[in-house]
Nanobody
């Protein structure tokens, strides 16, 4: 079982930047799929970015603005968010899955952090 703890959330103005770290404990491997998902008030959870063994995938609305990365030695996951927009405001969750395709579908992930709040205004 992997435990995930997000941090780094906060309030920024439009156009600003934030970096979200996610610390993973337990057994993690570079081939595990890890990702960032978000949920705004009144909306469903959606995929933002995923990474496995160095391969990344982004949803269209963050391409060119967000960067997902992973420090395999420390089992940490990061999301660098630049050019933030008001519509990026949400609770951001770190997630991991041991087996299967690395997709942006949140229903596939069995390990979740508690979330960190991002406000853009």
């Amino acid at each position: 079982h992997v435990q995930l703890v997000e941090s780094g959330g906060g309030s920024v103005q439009p156009g600003g930047s934030l970096r979200l770290p996610c610390a993973a404990s337990g057994y993690t491997y570079s081939t595990d799929c890890m990702g960032w998902f978000r949920q705004a008030p009144g909306k469903g959870r959606e995929g933002v970015a995923v990474i496995t063994d160095g391969t990344t995938s982004y949803t269209d609305f963050v391409k060119g603005r967000f960067t997902i990365s992973r420090d395999n030695a420390k089992s940490n996951l990061y999301l660098q968010m630049n050019s933030l927009k008001p519509e990026d405001a949400a609770t951001y969750y770190c997630a991991a899955r041991r087996r299967g395709s690395c997709l942006l579908d949140w229903t596939l992930y069995e390990n979740w952090g508690q979330g960190t709040q991002v406000t853009v205004s």
